[in-house]
């Protein structure tokens, strides 16, 4: 409820009560009259009525939206014919399972006593048997012959005369490459030459026209490739050098070299063979052999050069003397290395290949410093241990067997192929396999008793010492001319397939039979009864 006063005594009372607000609550004691005090009162409501909605109610407008019209339109479709079908499963029949009969064990057991005898003694004569030695059950298509798969060359190494001196396959065994320089009389130090590769993998393979080509200033003596890295390979020169490649760098494939040093072989390098470093089995280093008697081992280090971390040097008056040999010329105080062959059974064992035509057994832990004046940035060792019974003259190749750890051939310029023990000096074998020289000797990777040789009279003959200690079991003729076949390798991956470098310039590919790389029964046992029985 409100309450209000008449105007005249609103005003009144206002004014009033202005005046005793003014003076702290009291009435002025001054004036006429003295107002009487403040009274409630209930009075009418008071409004005021909005002009502004007013105003915005004239404003307002009113509008509407319609969509265009939308079309529509029925149709109905049937199927021209229909079919109805039904599948119904047969009712299963209940099946019965055999009884199976209890047996008698008293008379099982009588049974067995009574033949165990007569099986006993049937199983010892099936044991000792040889029936059915070499027989292996093998559902694949047999290749029953030698064939050239592949003959391979580059035509401006052929144009300048030159020799496949080296082959090698990379490790995914789909690679090949060969090394071109002179194995004749000459000087051939100044010779520019190549080292060329194939992949045989590679759709529409062009013989004559190699995957990747590097030119050398000098000849290319032997190659190598890297035991991991597919594109790195290494080669020894006629001049000394020892260079390696990297084929993924087509503009530039030079990746270190020796250069010619001090430490550099004065002589050609006959050989390189990549090793894993003792500390690190990841990383390898490079060893090189060569005719002034030297066996280095190389490091490769920045700005692309090779360095010499390791050596050995052959000296005439340090041999061991365990076999007779010949008086070496009057001044002759080292031994040139022609090939090296190291033990898949100790990483610190090698076998050297020497001018003299003996073998020797080296050690990589030989502590005994060599007698030499041949300048050296490192202590060249002695690193010879036993001296084996000679060739008829220089040898060119020797092989260790990767399934017996004292087992070792080697080949040479008397036609022969000698088979040594580790333990003894005199050859366990010797065979003649040509009238020239032999250049090169490779046992097989998958078969115990097989190896392969390279002929002077142009043949690649084939060895399976199961079936033959005398005489090859396939010979295939590598050229037509009789010119020499130099060198020969077996893929360790393609176990099928062998590459051989001829003087024509020329590497072929063969395909080897089964019999050539399926192993037969007992045939490891065969090879330790061919050791032990020369070795006693």
């Given at each position: 409820?409100?309450?209000?006063?008449?105007?005249?005594?609103?005003?009144?009372?206002?004014?009033?009560?202005?005046?005793?607000?003014?003076?702290?609550?009291?009435?002025?004691?001054?004036?006429?009259?003295?107002?009487?005090?403040?009274?409630?009162?209930?009075?009418?409501?008071?409004?005021?009525?909005?002009?502004?909605?007013?105003?915005?109610?004239?404003?307002?407008?009113?509008?509407?939206?319609?969509?265009?019209?939308?079309?529509?339109?029925?149709?109905?479709?049937?199927?021209?014919?229909?079919?109805?079908?039904?599948?119904?499963?047969?009712?299963?029949?209940?099946?019965?399972?055999?009884?199976?009969?209890?047996?008698?064990?008293?008379?099982?057991?009588?049974?067995?006593?009574?033949?165990?005898?007569?099986?006993?003694?049937?199983?010892?004569?099936?044991?000792?048997?040889?029936?059915?030695?070499?027989?292996?059950?093998?559902?694949?298509?047999?290749?029953?012959?030698?064939?050239?798969?592949?003959?391979?060359?580059?035509?401006?190494?052929?144009?300048?005369?030159?020799?496949?001196?080296?082959?090698?396959?990379?490790?995914?065994?789909?690679?090949?490459?060969?090394?071109?320089?002179?194995?004749?009389?000459?000087?051939?130090?100044?010779?520019?030459?190549?080292?060329?590769?194939?992949?045989?993998?590679?759709?529409?393979?062009?013989?004559?026209?190699?995957?990747?080509?590097?030119?050398?200033?000098?000849?290319?003596?032997?190659?190598?490739?890297?035991?991991?890295?597919?594109?790195?390979?290494?080669?020894?020169?006629?001049?000394?050098?020892?260079?390696?490649?990297?084929?993924?760098?087509?503009?530039?494939?030079?990746?270190?070299?020796?250069?010619?040093?001090?430490?550099?072989?004065?002589?050609?390098?006959?050989?390189?063979?990549?090793?894993?470093?003792?500390?690190?089995?990841?990383?390898?280093?490079?060893?090189?052999?060569?005719?002034?008697?030297?066996?280095?081992?190389?490091?490769?280090?920045?700005?692309?050069?090779?360095?010499l971390s390791a050596g050995f040097a052959l000296a005439v008056q340090q041999l061991p003397r365990n076999t007779k040999l010949k008086k070496p010329s009057r001044g002759e105080t080292e031994v040139?290395?022609?090939?090296?062959?190291?033990?898949?059974?100790?990483?610190?064992?090698?076998?050297?290949?020497?001018?003299?035509?003996?073998?020797?057994?080296?050690?990589?832990?030989?502590?005994?410093?060599?007698?030499?004046?041949?300048?050296?940035?490192?202590?060249?060792?002695?690193?010879?241990?036993?001296?084996?019974?000679?060739?008829?003259?220089?040898?060119?190749?020797?092989?260790?067997?990767?399934?017996?750890?004292?087992?070792?051939?080697?080949?040479?310029?008397?036609?022969?192929?000698?088979?040594?023990?580790?333990?003894?000096?005199?050859?366990?074998?010797?065979?003649?396999?040509?009238?020239?020289?032999?250049?090169?000797?490779?046992?097989?990777?998958?078969?115990?008793?097989?190896?392969?040789?390279?002929?002077?009279?142009?043949?690649?003959?084939?060895?399976?010492?199961?079936?033959?200690?005398?005489?090859?079991?396939?010979?295939?003729?590598?050229?037509?001319?009789?010119?020499?076949?130099?060198?020969?390798?077996?893929?360790?991956?393609?176990?099928?397939?062998?590459?051989?470098?001829?003087?024509?310039?020329?590497?072929?590919?063969?395909?080897?039979?089964?019999?050539?790389?399926?192993?037969?029964?007992?045939?490891?046992?065969?090879?330790?009864?061919?050791?032990?029985?020369?070795?006693?």
């Amino acid at each position: 409820m409100a309450t209000s006063a008449p105007p005249g005594l609103l005003g009144l009372a206002g004014s009033a009560g202005g005046e005793a607000l003014a003076t702290n609550g009291t009435a002025s004691t001054e004036g006429p009259e003295r107002p009487g005090p403040l009274q409630d009162e209930t009075l009418g409501v008071v409004s005021v009525p909005s002009q502004w909605r007013g105003v915005q109610g004239i404003r307002g407008e009113t509008k509407s939206c319609q969509t265009a019209s939308i079309a529509t339109a029925e149709a109905s479709v049937q199927a021209r014919k229909h079919v109805d079908a039904e599948v119904q499963t047969e009712v299963p029949e209940p099946v019965s399972l055999p009884s199976v009969p209890r047996y008698n064990g008293p008379r099982l057991a009588a049974f067995l006593r009574k033949v165990e005898a007569m099986v006993t003694r049937e199983l010892n004569k099936n044991w000792q048997s040889h029936a059915f030695d070499g027989f292996e059950v093998n559902w694949a298509e047999q290749q029953q012959t030698v064939t050239c798969l592949h003959t391979l060359s580059y035509p401006p190494a052929q144009g300048q005369g030159l020799h496949v001196t080296g082959v090698s396959w990379n490790t995914t065994g789909s690679v090949v490459a060969c090394a071109y320089g002179r194995l004749d009389d000459g000087d051939w130090s100044t010779l520019k030459s190549f080292v060329c590769t194939w992949n045989l993998d590679r759709r529409g393979l062009n013989p004559q026209q190699p995957s990747a080509v590097v030119e050398v200033p000098s000849a290319v003596m032997c190659l190598a490739f890297h035991p991991t890295q597919p594109s790195h390979m290494a080669g020894g020169l006629y001049s000394g050098e020892v260079l390696v490649w990297d084929t993924s760098r087509p503009e530039d494939p030079l990746l270190w070299r020796t250069g010619l040093t001090d430490d550099t072989h004065t002589d050609p390098v006959y050989q390189v063979v990549w090793l894993p470093e003792p500390r690190h089995s990841h990383r390898f280093q490079l060893l090189s052999v060569a005719a002034d008697g030297k066996v280095l081992l190389w490091q490769g280090v920045g700005a692309g050069r090779l360095q010499l971390s390791a050596g050995f040097a052959l000296a005439v008056q340090q041999l061991p003397r365990n076999t007779k040999l010949k008086k070496p010329s009057r001044g002759e105080t080292e031994v040139g290395a022609t090939a090296v062959a190291f033990s898949s059974f100790d990483p610190s064992l090698f076998v050297l290949g020497t001018e003299g035509g003996f073998p020797l057994k080296c050690s990589l832990a030989a502590e005994e410093a060599a007698v030499t004046r041949m300048p050296s940035s490192v202590p060249l060792r002695a690193p010879a241990q036993f001296t084996f019974a000679p060739h008829g003259g220089p040898v060119y190749s020797v092989s260790c067997s990767p399934f017996h750890r004292n087992l070792f051939l080697s080949a040479g310029t008397d036609g022969h192929v000698h088979l040594y023990s580790m333990l003894q000096a005199q050859p366990l074998t010797s065979l003649q396999l040509s009238h020239k020289y032999l250049f090169a000797v490779r046992w097989s990777p998958v078969r115990p008793l097989v190896f392969a040789a390279a002929s002077g009279a142009g043949d690649v003959q084939l060895f399976d010492l199961q079936k033959s200690s005398q005489k090859p079991t396939v010979s295939v003729k590598q050229t037509e001319d009789e010119s020499p076949v130099y060198c020969l390798e077996f893929n360790c991956q393609q176990t099928q397939l062998l590459a051989a470098g001829d003087a024509k310039g020329t590497v072929k590919v063969w395909q080897l039979s089964s019999e050539f790389t399926e192993q037969g029964a007992r045939e490891t046992e065969r090879l330790d009864q061919l050791a032990s029985e020369v070795a006693s």
